[in-house]
């Protein structure tokens, strides 16, 4: 085994992957190391839980086929306390558990067999929303979105409403913040994609549509009872500002 | 309910009901009523004074007025009568009824009434004694059946009918009524069954006891409980094949990934090596995908699916793919046209055959796609059709091209990539949303597939 590359983020960013595939694992993680990531491996799903909630890990790759308890159960009772990024594992073509999984909190999906550059990918693509530093060195103004009454500070990755907090996942956050830079005009899917998923839409890709409804359930209508988001079918969303029109 | 058998088993039943009834109170009535009882009306008295009247009328009028008497007398009551002398010859110049001097005999040696009856008559007869000697006697031929109509009066007949036609109604509709039940039962679950809900049972509604509904009714749910588990047996092991075939192809992905990241290899025989990983994945996918439209419990969802989207949008993913390959996909016609189906399975059963067509379409050529409402057909069609200007398909394979892995030749296939199941799937997607797909050689050569669907 070669060194490990120089440009890669110190300290080293952990990731756990939760797969009953041992062997599978050991590859995996012997690719993520050249790419300078360390890789942990669970495969019993209750211990997955508390591991990846620990604080030890920046991200979790889950599969959604485990003996025993399934991945979803995992996904549950994960968000139930952490935030921390998730991309699962789903067999391919299984467009249900995909939903299912978006809708549990999972940040984006893989579906097994994977390429390893895509699922490297995914994986920088999630953490560049997530790590304060992934946009590069160097001190930036602390910057605050504010449209009504939901403020976000972009730094600190923090979202209130009315003052109370709002937890968002890396996704969810990643496609408020774009949102509201753009309030008022619309944003495409694709574009919603590339900037949050950090990739394209496949054909029937529903996960931007899941996310946002999970983004709209989470902060509630506006003071003024309108829908903040809006949906303008098969092109993209609005973020409206109040005494706009609730729907198109 | 099913009105039908529900209808039939009444009418049947109601009908033999009152049939028997009326049988029934024919043959009592033949059988045990006393005929003295049935021909009473021609009584015994009646038939002595008309005796006597006969006797008179001779003397004073002769033969002749008292032939017409007995004529008038048949008129009125259809009672045949002749007036016989001791020797059993007549007097009126009238037929003599059968059985009519035996019972005349008897008449004159007992001075009595006496009678004879078959089924169709009864032979009254009575002796006339003139100066003490007995000179004659009135023969009658009294008809029964008109004797009972007479006498029971239709009003009797009449509501002894309406009792049997009520009570039968009754019953009959309580029967027809427990045989539907049941059968009412098992179609709802049959029916239930068939679009797949394999939970249904019938044994809690079929009542109790051992009668054959009840008997049917377990042997559904034995059958129903067999489906349920070869179902579910069936789909596990197809998600389980999917698992199993998968994982190893997973770890080879990443075992090749890692071959990359060390480089320094042929990195063509890498390529090679991921391009038959992912065509085996394909294969996997296809396979599992057939496995389930064929397997009987695949139910297409049925939302409104915009086919000129997905002809649209099909046709512009292949064209860019298909451009860089030297060869164009071109939209030739559309319409408007929105179906009932499973958005995904029509996507990729379109783009199946698209892509079929752009591999075989010759470099420089252009794969034609169209689509179009037939407006003739009733139901409303809509046609999808595909043209490539490849070589076609000999005549003969036509047929066969939608057949799992089937190859027209091998020359053709070898270089294009194809796996051999994606026809196949299209044949079944489209079977499934009720149209049809079929396959021709184009005029000018090339191929045309054409998928007609319920519009």
New interface residues.
């Given amino acids: 085994m070669t060194a490990v590359r120089l440009n890669a983020p110190t300290p080293m960013t952990r990731v756990l992957l939760v797969d009953d595939?041992a062997?599978?694992a050991e590859?995996?993680g012997?690719?993520l190391a050249?790419e300078g990531f360390s890789l942990d491996a669970e495969t019993d799903g209750t211990r997955a839980v508390d591991r990846a909630a620990s604080g030890d890990y920046q991200l979790t790759v889950l599969d959604v086929?485990l003996p025993g308890v399934s991945g979803f159960d995992v996904l549950r009772a994960l968000r139930a306390t952490s935030r921390i990024p998730v991309l699962m594992l789903t067999?391919?073509?299984d467009?249900v558990d995909r939903i299912v999984g978006l809708e549990l909190g999972a940040d984006d999906y893989l579906s097994?067999?994977?390429?390893?550059?895509e699922l490297v990918a995914r994986i920088r693509a999630i953490l560049r929303r997530t790590l304060p530093d992934g946009g590069g060195p160097g001190e930036r103004l602390p910057e605050r979105l504010t449209v009504d009454d939901v403020a976000v500070e972009v730094d600190r990755r923090l979202v209130r409403r009315a003052g109370a907090p709002v937890e968002l996942t890396a996704v969810e956050f990643a496609l408020l913040e774009l949102l509201m830079r753009a309030a008022g005009s619309v944003v495409r899917r694709e574009d919603l994609a590339r900037g949050a998923l950090g990739r394209s839409l496949l054909?029937?890709d529903r996960s931007i549509d899941v996310h946002v409804s999970r983004v709209r359930k989470k902060l509630g209508p506006r003071p003024d009872g309108g829908e903040r988001i809006t949906t303008l079918r098969a092109v993209g969303y609005l973020y409206t500002r109040q005494g706009a029109p609730g729907r198109l | 309910m099913v009105p039908g058998v529900f209808l039939k088993i009444l009418l049947w039943f109601w009908t033999s009901l009152v049939l028997v009834a009326l049988a029934l109170e024919l043959a009592i009535t033949a059988t045990t009523t006393p005929v003295e009882v049935r021909v009473s009306r021609f009584s015994d008295s009646v038939l002595t004074s008309r005796a006597h009247e006969a006797v008179a009328i001779l003397d004073r009028g002769g033969p002749r007025k008292l032939a017409r008497f007995l004529d008038e007398l048949e008129r009125t009551t259809r009672v045949h009568a002749v007036l016989l002398d001791p020797d059993g010859y007549d007097v009126s110049g009238r037929t003599v009824p059968p059985k009519a001097v035996a019972v005349a005999a008897r008449a004159l040696a007992s001075g009595q009434t006496e009678m004879e009856a078959d089924g169709h008559t009864a032979v009254k007869a009575r002796a006339v004694t003139v100066s003490g000697e007995r000179r004659y006697v009135l023969v009658a031929a009294v008809p029964i059946g008109l004797m009972r109509l007479l006498h029971d009066g239709l009003y009797a007949q009449g509501l002894r009918l309406l009792a049997v036609l009520v009570t039968a109604a009754a019953a009959c509709y309580g029967l027809a009524r427990y045989v539907v039940r049941p059968l009412a039962t098992l179609r709802a679950a049959t029916r239930a069954l068939a679009k797949g809900d394999l939970s249904v049972r019938v044994r809690s509604t079929m009542g109790r006891g051992t009668d054959e509904f009840v008997e049917l009714g377990r042997d559904f749910d034995r059958m129903a409980e067999r489906l349920d588990a070869l179902v579910t047996a069936e789909r596990r092991l197809l998600?389980d094949i999917?698992?199993e075939l998968?994982?190893p192809?997973?770890?080879?992905?990443?075992?090749l990934?890692?071959a990359r990241?060390k480089g320094g290899e042929d990195q063509a025989v890498l390529d090679r090596i991921?391009r038959e990983?992912e065509r085996l994945?394909a294969l996997i996918?296809q396979l599992?995908?057939l496995a389930w439209l064929e397997s009987g419990t695949a139910a297409p969802a049925r939302k409104p699916v915009d086919l000129a989207d997905i002809v649209r949008?099909v046709a512009e993913?292949a064209a860019f793919e298909a451009k860089s390959r030297g060869r164009e996909v071109e939209v030739a016609e559309t319409c408007d046209a929105v179906v009932l189906g499973d958005?995904?399975l029509l996507?990729s059963a379109v783009e199946n055959v698209v892509r079929n067509a752009v591999r075989h379409t010759r470099e420089g050529t252009a794969v034609a796609v169209g689509m179009r409402r037939d407006a003739h057909a009733a139901p409303a069609r809509i046609r999808i059709w595909v043209r490539d200007h490849g070589g076609g398909v000999p005549d003969a394979a036509l047929p066969y091209i939608f057949q799992p892995f089937y190859r027209v030749g091998d020359a053709r296939d070898r270089g294009t990539g194809g796996v051999g199941l994606g026809l196949t799937i299209v044949h079944r997607t489209i079977q499934l949303h009720g149209g049809t797909v079929s396959a021709a050689n184009a005029p000018g050569g090339g191929l045309l597939v054409e998928l007609d669907l319920p519009g």
Avoid: C, I, T, W
């Fill in positions: 595939d062997e599978l590859l995996v012997e690719y050249r086929m067999a391919r073509g467009d097994k067999p994977f390429n390893p550059r054909p029937f | 998600r999917s698992h998968r994982s192809l997973a770890r080879l992905n990443v075992a990934g890692l990241q991921e990983a994945n996918g599992l995908m949008e993913d958005p995904e996507h």
